[in-house]
């Protein structure tokens, strides 16, 4: 069975930056797979932000452009999500998966930027 563990999450001021981890056991073919980062604020619909190819082309959401950073260790089955001035606005909770998505979600880690 698959599984995504999401992790890095927590409280950061506006201007700050954290990098997300999403670990996958059980997914053999991990490296075979585009793999994006997700995001759900309350109130809202769960939205693709970022998402690397399996040749390692990257693609981001115009509201993350030039601030976010995806990329993929394929020998470890894990994607990450380098966030930098980091905004109110991108407070949620963040979920990686295949993009697009086929895999149970994960519990997500919660991202909070607030002064």
């Known amino acids: 069975q698959v599984q995504l563990v999401e992790s890095g999450g927590g409280l950061v001021q506006p201007g700050g930056s954290l990098r997300l981890s999403c670990a996958s056991s059980g997914f053999t073919f991990f490296r075979t797979y585009a793999m994006g980062w997700y995001r759900q604020a309350p109130g809202k619909q769960r939205e693709l932000v970022a998402a690397?190819?399996?040749?390692?082309?990257?693609n981001y959401s115009d509201s993350v452009k030039g601030r976010f950073t995806v990329s993929r260790d394929n020998a470890k089955n894990t994607v990450y999500l380098q966030m930098n001035s980091l905004k109110p606005e991108d407070t949620a909770t963040y979920y990686c998966?295949?993009?697009?998505?086929?895999?149970?979600w994960g519990q997500g880690t919660q991202v909070t930027v607030s002064s």
């Open positions: 998966n295949t993009d697009p998505s086929i895999i149970g």
């Open positions: 690397i190819t399996r040749g390692g082309t990257t």
